[in-house]
Every structure is written in C-alpha cells, then in structure tokens.
C-alpha cells in the first residue's frame, strides 16, 4: 500500500505542476470588463505576452457562470484576486492564475467600489445610492465581517500606503477629501482636504497624488509620513468637462479627460495646458471609459455606448499606437497581472513537513508558526485558505490527492497530502 501511495503521488504531483505551469492567465493584462447595469454580464478579458486576447475568462474557468452585475474593481493579492461586482453586492475571490471562483462575500457589502487589504483585513468602500457611505472591514483569510467604518460622504478608491489606509471620500467628483485609516484601530485617525471635485487618488509606494477638475484642474502631492499636502500644481485651464480619469505609472501621470489625455511628470514642475495625444470621438462621454497605463503603455478603453462589445487601444506615452483588442461589454481598467505559480516557486521555499499522510481528521504542520496555508485540488482550484495555528481540518474534504501551498515570511513550498 505504501508503494502505491507513492506512485500515485508522484504521478499527480507532475501532473499537478503541469496544470499550475501553464495557468492561463498569469502572465499579461486583465481587462475587467463591468457589463451593462441591471445585467449580470461583467467579464474579464486577458492578453498574453503575445498580444493574443481571450474573453469570457470567468465564464470558462467557472463551467459557464456569470459573475455579476458591473464589475467595479479588481485588486490582487498574493495567490488571490477580489473582484469587486458593484450592482450584485459581493466581492468574489478567485485564484489569480485561473480565475476560478474560491469564495464570496456579500456580509455588509452593498454597492461595493474598489478594496484593499492592510494588517490582514479587507477594506471596502461602499456606497449605496441615496444612503451613507462607509468602509466594510472583513477577515483576509476567513473573510468574516469585522465592523463598518462610516464615512461622512460616499466613498470611491482606496489604498494602502505606508502601513495606512487611504479613502477618497468624493463619489463621482462630489467631495473634497481624503480619510486616514489606521488598520490597527480600525478608525478614522485624519482628514487630508485637498479641494473641490476630487476625482482621482493614485500612489508611487511612498506618496499619494489626487487629481481635482474645480475650475482649473490641479495635482496635490501627499506625504503619507505626515499626511500632509506638501505641493500642488494648478494648470492655466480646464482639461475637460466630463470623462476624468487619473493613473499613475512610475513617474508619469496620466489625466484623462473627454478625448484627451495629459501627461505629467511627478515632480510637478509643470502642468499641460493641452492633451499631450487624443483618442477618436464617438459617443461623446465614453472614449476614455478606461484609462491605464502599465510599463510604458498606455490603455484606452471606448465603451461604444454599451450598445456592443469595448475597443482597447494600446498607446506609447506620446500617443502612438501599437494595438487595438475588442473585449467585452464595458471595459474600464486594465490591470497587470504576473505571477509565479507553485510549480515554480520552489526557489524561496519553508523547510515545513505535514502529517500525518495520509489524513483523514486533522492536518499538520511541522516547522510553521503563524504560517499562511492554502489547500488546492488536482485542477488549481482554492479550498482552503488560512493562518496555520494548530491543525487544518479535513474531515469535510472529499477523499483524494490535494497539494497544499505553506508560505511564511515571503517564502514559499508546496506538500502533496491524501486524504483517506
């Protein structure tokens, strides 16, 4: 019996690692597409190394589910990525590398925008139509709600800097404000005013910079030390009336605005008082529905009225264009996403053994403390995810052959297991 369960091991382990080696979808861009509102037809998109585009990612690596009504927002994080579906109130979590679905929250999740996660929790800007905004504050790894952190206006982008976190606390240009967050309290510790319609909040790592369209459009450098405005730049006009969008990619800002975009540097020494390229008029309100700009390219998506399927244009800084992709309904932001799977990440790996093997209660760990796990099936999928604390139980679990991923302080290993 022992041999045979050391064939049959290593057999699936190769095959395991041949199945997380050539993962779909971790080596290009995700295009979230949010559909059409009232309409559960969100997707995501994806363009390999070789410019070949993919769609109804979701749809495939979930057996034809749809997952949702307005796609809001996408952020990663480690093996995960949390798709924030506005209008179906819930935030499903899938596996970066294959998109399929792993968990769902919806416990105080209503309206949802963007998400972050800061000291292990999950922070979420939520902002029902005609109701009070506030900030939903869930478990990273069981996703269990915490509390809600009111806001005094309806919230939209959020992120983590410096250990803190962030919440632009003006819905569609309609606010002034940014609140500071300390994940250790779980309270609101500052207010930063930067000025009126604030549209935008991006970060390089270290300092925050906010876009405002009140009269003349301005840039407001941040310190996320002191939570301070340390400079602003104010352009001589206005970019545009409608359409702002403002991104970030290494020392170059972007603003988007009606069929314009403006590029910035910074430093903030100057501010473009004309587009630096245009993109082609249409519909007149969505030729820039999307506006990313990702290791010197710069994505533009045209939503088409949400009458038919996006046109992503791919741009150099100054404008010339390198590709054209026709995604889903609604595309909005594009986002990087390149990872290492367990197949091949044994290069920082934990020197950690489980036991017993085979299981059939409990499993565990030797030679982790406070480690995070996740238990994967033979096709990739999440089970199971958590902080190591004494014992894994398995009862539960179909029998059969897992592989579970152990990382502790930035490391990584992988273990085959059975569960009798």
């Known amino acids: 019996m022992k041999h045979f369960y050391t064939k049959v091991i290593a057999f699936t382990l190769s095959v395991f690692g041949l199945v997380l080696g050539f ?10 597409n949010e559909g059409n509102f009232g309409t559960p037809n969100a997707e995501i998109s994806y363009i390999d190394a070789n410019n070949v585009v993919t769609n109804n990612v979701y749809a495939t690596a979930n057996g034809g589910a749809q997952l949702g009504d307005v796609l809001q927002n996408i952020y990663f994080q480690d093996e995960k990525a949390f798709l924030v579906v506005n209008n ?10 294959s998109f399929v679905k792993s968990a769902e929250i919806t416990n105080h999740i209503f309206q949802p925008r963007y998400t972050t996660i800061a000291n292990g929790k999950i922070y979420t800007t939520n902002s029902p139509y005609g109701g009070s905004g506030y900030v939903s504050v869930h478990d990273a790894s069981t996703y269990a709600f915490i509390k809600e952190i009111p806001l ?13 976190v962030y919440v632009m606390k003006s819905y569609f240009g309609a606010g002034d404000s940014i609140e500071v967050i300390d994940p250790a309290t779980d309270s609101i510790v500052k207010t930063i005013t930067i000025g009126d319609t604030l549209q935008g909040m991006v970060t390089n790592g270290t300092d925050l910079f906010a876009f405002c369209s009140s009269g003349v459009s301005s840039v407001h450098k941040i310190d996320t030390t002191t939570d301070t405005v340390v400079k602003s730049l104010v352009g001589t006009n206005s970019t545009a009336s409608y359409g702002y969008k403002f991104v970030l990619d290494g ?3 972007y603003i988007g605005a009606g069929t314009g975009v403006y590029a910035l540097n910074t430093d903030l020494n100057s501010f473009p ?9 249409s519909q007149g309100w969505d030729e820039l529905y999307a506006l990313s700009a990702i290791d ?8 088409n009225g949400f009458i038919s399927n996006s046109t992503l244009n791919v741009y150099t800084p100054t404008g010339t264009l390198l590709n054209t992709f026709t995604t889903t309904i609604g595309a909005n932001a594009v986002y990087k996403n390149v990872y290492t799977t367990m197949a091949t990440a044994q290069n920082n790996f934990v020197k950690v053994t489980v036991y017993p093997n085979p299981v059939s209660e409990t499993l565990y760990i030797k030679g982790a403390k406070n480690a995070h796990y996740t238990l994967f099936d033979l096709s990739g999928r999440s089970l199971k995810s958590g902080v190591y604390s004494n014992g894994i139980t398995v009862s539960g679990m179909a029998k059969g052959m897992y592989i579970i991923r152990i990382t502790e302080n930035g490391k990584n290993t992988t273990e085959k297991f059975i569960i009798k």
């Open 23 to 32: 993962a779909q979808y971790s080596n290009g861009y995700i295009v979230a």
């Open 88 to 97: 179906s109130n819930k935030i499903t979590v899938v596996d970066r590398s």
């Open 152 to 164: 005094s206006q309806l919230g939209e982008k959020v992120l983590t800097v410096n250990n803190k």
């Open 251 to 253: 020392n170059q800002l």
């Open 273 to 281: 008082n004309s587009p630096t390229f245009s993109v082609t008029a």
């Open 296 to 303: 010197g390219k710069v994505f533009q998506g045209n939503a």
